[in-house]
């Protein structure tokens, strides 16, 4: 099995991986977002895993999308028990993944 790797891990004992996303044929998908998440990942890999609970990914499903275009059987991803922590990690992928752009586009990564 091929999973890509995340190249920053927190919260390790909590890292698992997810192969399927049920709701990858029923999003109105953004293409802007679309390219910019395969642009990064074609440059620096999977950066921040994604949240699942219940085998349902909550964030990163772009991620998901994108690592199956590559040729991945899954990736790395958080798995949660409640909704409160999907929400807590969702909020703290999505300040992450916003430094990062500000990073890019600044040169510094």
Request: hydrophobic residues 35%.
């Amino acid at each position: 099995m091929n999973i890509m790797k995340a190249r920053i891990v927190w919260f390790p004992e909590r890292l698992s991986y997810i192969d399927f996303d049920s709701l990858q044929d029923k999003i109105d998908w953004d293409q802007q977002h679309l390219d910019n998440v395969r642009k990064y990942m074609k440059e620096d890999g999977l950066l921040f895993p994604a949240v699942f609970k219940d085998d349902e990914i909550h964030c990163g499903h772009y991620r998901f999308k994108i690592a199956k275009e590559m040729g991945y059987d899954g990736i790395d991803a958080y798995e949660v028990d409640t909704f409160k922590d999907a929400l807590h990690l969702t909020k703290f992928t999505e300040l992450c993944y916003k430094h990062y752009k500000e990073y890019k586009d600044k040169n510094y990564v």
